[in-house]
């Protein structure tokens, strides 16, 4: 079994500030992809970013990054320059190899922006 | 846009009816999933498929029946609606990418049994 825990339920920043949102997961698989996924007030879930875990470079996606840390089992999300649009619940997820491409999810972190 | 149409899109009705919610794909993916979503669970998978009428339990399948008679077509039914389905259901579909594969979401559908 896969296992995601989110251990801030709220987070709160700054407007232009930096936030790290945390996520540590579990998996048998050698073989597996990480998520991290954003939902506004109108619950469409959006995916902010993707990581193999093959690869050692950790992902970007303009102000989003990631810190991957295989071996603790590790992968926070960066938010750089926050913006009031970043103000939103986020998901961690994980898709472990063979399993059909089902992901495994976080119960999120609600971000708060203040101006 | 990840060519994902749900509908209904919300849906009030009484403890004992029948409820299906559509999901629909323009893209003619292979899997396709079922999740819902509560409070203090983030998104628990309910069912998915992995073709036409290949189809297999998620984590919270009971009360849930689901059919794929087509690729673009994921129904999902409650045969027998309960509070405790009181939910946003959520429609997702696997888009390879790289040597893997993301998932996309549907909108939502709102379900509330009265």
């Keep these: ?115 | 846009d990840a060519g994902i149409t749900q509908s209904p899109r919300h849906k009030v009705t009484e403890t004992g009816t029948p409820v299906t919610l559509r999901c629909h794909q323009t893209e003619n993916h292979r899997y396709m999933y079922w999740y819902r979503q509560d409070p203090g669970h983030g998104l628990r998978l309910i069912h998915y498929s992995y073709g036409v009428k290949d189809t297999d339990k998620g984590e919270v399948s009971d009360g849930y029946s689901v059919s794929r008679s087509k690729t673009e077509d994921f129904l999902l039914t409650l045969e027998s609606a309960t509070s405790s389905q009181t939910s946003v259901y959520f429609c997702a579909i696997s888009v390879k990418q790289g040597s893997g594969n993301t998932i996309y979401f549907g909108e939502g559908s709102w379900l509330t049994v009265v």
């Design chain 1, 1 to 115: 079994a896969q296992t995601v825990t989110q251990s801030q339920p709220e987070m709160s920043v700054q407007e232009a500030e930096t936030v790290t949102l945390s996520c540590t997961y579990d998996t048998s698989e050698s073989d597996y992809y990480l998520f991290w996924y954003k939902q506004p007030p109108s619950r469409q879930m959006i995916l902010v970013i993707r990581q193999e875990a093959y690869k050692q470079q950790n992902a970007t996606e303009n102000r989003f990054s990631v810190n991957f840390q295989k071996a603790a089992k590790s992968f926070s999300l960066k938010i750089s320059d926050s913006q009031l649009g970043d103000a939103a619940m986020y998901f961690c997820a994980l898709n472990s190899g063979g399993s059909n491409y089902k992901l495994t999810f976080g119960k999120g972190t609600l971000l708060t922006v203040n101006p």
